[in-house]
């Protein structure tokens, strides 16, 4: 599949809440260095700072340029160019295998000494689906359903794009239980933007849950 480069963004569309500088709130956030936090790109500063994020995931379109934090390398900043589509729309690009192989590999490297951001446009779908492929990835041994729970605990909005679920089902060889267990969880509650959340790497540390 060939990508188009992308003429106009898509909107897409998160467990402790970090500060917001819209409101200045703060809950009591959690600062493990084992965490994966899935923000908006609105709040992708204020995320990076509050937590001391060591690694970065951006899912938009090609025309978004988001600029790696000072307090992060670069090599720590996975770019994968976008838009949140599930069926091919001209002049958009469509999530595929290539993008999906990036983010594995980026999150197996993630060294959990300090924590890794995930964000898209929203907080909602690009990046929702990110963090349940990267917590798959690194957690092969737990049911899908235990984590797509995590994450429908952790963030009421979050609908991961279906169609990287679906091309990480068939990476992982995981024979369609990532896309049962999404679908099961639902459409979640409609916002046009997420709130910060985060998940525990280790998904099984508390599993009575």
């Given at each position: 599949?060939?990508?188009?480069?992308?003429?106009?963004?898509?909107?897409?569309?998160?467990?402790?809440?970090?500060?917001?500088?819209?409101?200045?709130?703060?809950?009591?956030?959690?600062?493990?260095?084992?965490?994966?936090?899935?923000?908006?790109?609105?709040?992708?500063?204020?995320t990076v700072?509050?937590?001391?994020?060591?690694?970065?995931?951006?899912?938009?379109?090609?025309?978004?340029?988001?600029?790696?934090?000072?307090?992060?390398?670069?090599?720590?900043?996975?770019?994968?160019?976008?838009?949140?589509?599930?069926?091919?729309?001209d002049g958009?690009?469509?999530?595929?295998?290539?993008?999906?192989?990036?983010?594995?590999?980026?999150?197996?490297?993630?060294?959990?000494?300090?924590?890794?951001?995930?964000?898209?446009?929203?907080?909602?779908?690009?990046?929702?689906?990110?963090?349940?492929?990267s917590l798959?990835?690194?957690?092969?041994?737990?049911?899908?359903?235990?984590?797509?729970?995590?994450?429908?605990?952790?963030?009421?909005?979050?609908?991961?794009?279906?169609?990287?679920?679906?091309?990480?089902?068939?990476?992982?060889?995981?024979?369609?239980?990532?896309?049962?267990?999404?679908?099961?969880?639902?459409?979640?509650?409609?916002?046009?933007?997420?709130?910060?959340?985060?998940?525990?790497?280790?998904?099984?540390?508390?599993?009575?849950?």
């Amino acid at each position: 599949m060939t990508a188009q480069r992308p003429q106009r963004p898509v909107l897409d569309g998160p467990a402790p809440i970090l500060i917001s500088p819209r409101d200045g709130a703060r809950l009591t956030p959690i600062m493990k260095p084992e965490t994966i936090y899935v923000s908006p790109l609105s709040l992708v500063e204020a995320t990076v700072a509050d937590a001391s994020v060591g690694h970065l995931v951006t899912l938009i379109n090609h025309d978004t340029l988001v600029a790696t934090p000072p307090s992060i390398e670069p090599d720590r900043h996975l770019r994968l160019a976008m838009n949140d589509i599930t069926e091919p729309q001209d002049g958009l690009v469509l999530p595929c295998e290539t993008h999906v192989a990036d983010l594995v590999e980026f999150a197996l490297a993630w060294d959990r000494k300090a924590p890794l951001l995930i964000h898209c446009w929203a907080g909602i779908s690009r990046s929702t689906a990110a963090a349940f492929i990267s917590l798959c990835a690194i957690n092969p041994e737990a049911p899908e359903a235990l984590i797509a729970r995590r994450l429908r605990e952790a963030s009421p909005t979050a609908y991961p794009n279906r169609l990287m679920v679906r091309l990480a089902d068939e990476a992982l060889s995981r024979r369609g239980r990532m896309i049962d267990a999404i679908e099961r969880i639902g459409r979640g509650e409609l916002a046009s933007e997420a709130i910060p959340f985060s998940l525990a790497a280790d998904v099984t540390a508390d599993a009575s849950r």
